[in-house]
């Protein structure tokens, strides 16, 4: 009797859980100021810090349980069916039941702790009131073409260089982080701290984001970092190349942040690289922008690409070599799983260009370049 009741109360949970997505999304402005700079701000404060009495990735400890859990339930369903054919329906009936319960409870909580903030303000408008705000403003749309695409290039071909210089480099001579990488993560904050632009410096303090212990698995599925809604935990693969580090773990705690959108949260991490006081982290902002930017542009002017590229130092081509055979070596199937599961889970929470989306963040450079100047 208590099992159903659970199962009861845990499947009904699904339509409060897709009724509070559906019904948000329909009020962008609403989630925007009382969910995602108001209520969220505390969950998400509050996860981190409880759950950051664990020195390590509690989630990617629950992942393994639950991988493990599946194979069992299937080995055990197997085994039971062979046993019992005549038990079979019955067996399967509550097995799906049980499943829909455990499906109801997670998709109830991820709306809940963090999946509403899908459904905020884009942030190209929220960086327009922003500045209208604290110009005295009132800013519509910014618009941006070729040209300006072009200079966004040059400007960070220049910075590219300049940062590089400023930075330790290994034997092979390839970038390498000022500090090792688990102290990386602890010196991030210091870019959200920095940050005026969203009141991102006014939000208060989080926990430190968390290596990842299999990192070098994770590399199988070109995954460089995850955020965990369900336990306020910023992780970042740390056996990918030292110019990602830095970047990855501010673009996690974008997420922490309330900010659900991949192309969002590749911008506050720029945004928070380069106004961290060190080097390793303005460099790793610089070039992780350079190689969206490039990618953009090579589609509009491949040859004016090719041409302003020429301009980059041998030290940034070393590190963009570097980054080619690295991530070349880990190509494959899995790859390929992980990116078409990922594409579907933006798909699934409103991002419609999926994976494609994180190209949409050179716009948000062209807007923010457009509003601020480039210095």
């Not at 390590?56 to 046993?83: G, N, P, R, T």
């Not at 090719?306 to 570097?322: G, I, P, R």
């Not at 190509?331 to 494609?356: C, F, Q, R």
């Amino acid at each position: 009797m208590v099992i159903k009741k659970f199962r009861i109360v845990s499947i009904s949970l699904l339509i409060p859980g897709i009724l509070l997505n559906v019904i948000t999304k329909n009020v962008p402005n609403l989630v925007e100021k009382y969910y995602s700079n108001g209520i969220n701000i505390y969950i998400g404060k509050f996860m981190s810090k409880i759950f950051s009495v664990f020195p390590f990735s509690l989630f990617e400890i629950l992942i393994y349980i639950a991988v493990l859990s599946m194979l069992i339930f299937l080995i055990y369903s197997i085994y039971f069916i062979v046993k019992n054919p005549r038990k079979t329906f019955v067996y399967l009936k509550n097995s799906i039941l049980n499943i829909i319960s455990i499906v109801g409870i997670v998709y109830f909580l991820f709306v809940v702790l963090w999946g509403i903030n899908y459904n905020r303000m884009d942030l190209k408008d929220s960086l327009i009131a922003d500045y209208n705000i604290s110009h005295n403003e009132n800013i519509k749309e910014v618009n941006y073409d070729e040209d300006d695409l072009v200079n966004l290039y040059k400007f960070l071909v220049e910075k590219c260089n300049d940062t590089r210089a400023k930075v330790l480099e290994d034997d092979k001579n390839v970038m390498k982080c000022n500090t090792n990488r688990k102290e990386v993560l602890k010196r991030a904050n210091n870019g959200y701290e920095n940050v005026s632009i969203l009141n991102l410096n006014k939000r208060g303090s989080y926990a430190h984001a968390k290596a990842i212990l299999n990192s070098n698995l994770l590399c199988y599925t070109g995954i460089t970092g995850i955020y965990s809604p369900f336990t306020g935990e910023a992780n970042v693969n740390i056996a990918a190349p030292d110019i990602y580090i830095p970047f990855t773990t501010l673009h996690e705690m974008a997420h922490q942040r309330g900010y659900g959108s991949e192309d969002e949260c590749n911008f506050l991490a720029y945004i928070a690289c380069i106004n961290n006081e060190d080097f390793d982290f303005q460099y790793s902002g610089y070039i992780l922008a350079l190689k969206y930017t490039a990618s953009a542009l090579a589609k509009v002017d491949y040859d004016k690409f090719k041409d302003l590229s020429s301009n980059l130092s041998q030290s940034v081509k070393n590190d963009l070599n570097n980054s080619s055979e690295f991530w070349s070596q880990y190509e494959g199937k899995v790859n390929e799983v992980s990116d078409k599961m990922n594409n579907n889970y933006l798909k699934a929470n409103g991002v419609k260009e999926g994976t494609a989306s994180y190209g949409k963040v050179v716009n948000l450079f062209l807007i923010y370049y457009s509003l601020y100047g480039f210095n």
